[in-house]
């Protein structure tokens, strides 16, 4: 396993760190990628605070690893 400073520091398995595409990477993405031992990250770009919020709820909902947020 590649097990770096960045996983430890993170909690994470792997040090691979999703990119935070706006309107691409969703709340599904992210918790995929954080399932699968990366962080996962929600690309909020220039979303209203209402969609960014619920995209939290949902990825709390899907995984319970890490996930950041790109705002």
Do not use: H, R
């Not at 909902?61 to 950041?68: A, N």
């Amino acid at each position: 396993m590649f097990y770096t400073q960045i996983c430890e520091l993170l909690k994470i398995k792997y040090p691979i760190i999703q990119g935070g595409m706006a309107w691409v990477a969703t709340a599904e993405l992210a918790a995929a990628v954080s399932n699968a031992g990366g962080l996962g990250i929600i690309g909020a770009g220039n979303a209203p605070e209402e969609v960014v919020e619920n995209e939290i709820k949902k990825a709390k909902s899907l995984t319970d690893k890490p996930f950041g947020v790109n705002i």
